[in-house]
């Protein structure tokens, strides 16, 4: 069984500060990790996916994160917020192997304040 | 280079009516998920099926719930004898395959009166 364990429901920032949204992943097999963005009423976009290559991830909008096994965990960041990112934001999991489902965390509001 | 196309936006039904939503994939994808989210909340995967059969429909109800993804059409997920808890986002996202990301579309939004 897989499932993911996303820490603060709500984080508020300041334009310009660091974002850090927290991912913890449990997997019995190698696992794929992704990271959506919901923008109210729409669906989710793909910001970046780990697929077992580079442990750094670069994704659209200036987010990356990064693969520890060790920590298995998959925490987002980037370097300066801005406004337009805030937003929802979910950190899912699926087996690697297969096409098989995801499993989203509860996800994240982020809130960009002046 | 049209993205997961869902249909309709919005749903109104009355309990004990039928609901149907439909999905298309992104071209080139054959493989098809759905997904429910309840308000405040995560999505719970649903069903996943590539082109007329199902291949894990774990996460679906086992009454009033089916879906389909036919040789040709869009996916359909039925929700038959609505009731209010019924209620929610129902997202759609499909994918090339192993490995691949899965794309989303914009949802189908479910209010029982």
């Known amino acids: 069984a897989q499932s993911v364990t996303q820490l603060g429901s709500h984080v508020s920032v300041s334009e310009g500060a660091l974002v850090l949204l927290r991912c913890n992943y449990s997997s019995s097999v190698p696992p794929y990790l992704f990271w959506y963005v919901q923008y109210p009423n729409q669906g989710l976009q793909l910001l970046l996916k780990?697929?077992?290559?580079?442990?750094l991830v670069k994704g659209i909008n200036g987010f990356e994160a990064e693969f520890k096994k060790s920590e298995t965990s998959f925490h987002l960041t980037k370097p300066s917020a801005h406004m337009s990112d805030a937003a929802e934001y979910f950190c899912a999991v699926s087996r690697t192997g297969t096409a098989s489902k995801l499993t989203f965390g509860t996800g994240t509001r982020l809130q960009v304040t002046l | 280079n049209a993205g997961v196309m869902q249909n309709p936006r919005h749903l109104v039904r009355r309990r004990g009516q039928e609901a149907r939503l439909r999905c298309s994939p992104m071209?080139?994808?054959?493989?098809v998920y759905w997904y429910r989210q309840l308000p405040e909340e995560g999505l719970k995967f649903m069903v996943y099926?590539?082109?007329?059969?199902?291949?894990?429909e774990s996460g679906m109800p086992k009454e009033r719930f089916s879906a389909e993804f036919p040789k040709e059409g869009p996916s359909i997920l039925r929700i038959q004898q609505v009731v209010r808890g019924d209620s929610a986002a129902y997202f759609c996202?499909?994918?090339?395959?192993?490995?691949?990301?899965?794309?989303f579309g914009d949802g189908t939004r479910l209010s029982i009166l």
């Open positions: 780990y697929t077992s290559a580079a442990t």
């Open positions: 099926l590539q082109k007329e059969n199902i291949i894990d």
């Open positions: 996202a499909s994918s090339q395959g192993e490995g691949k990301p899965q794309h």
């Open positions: 071209k080139g994808h054959s493989h």
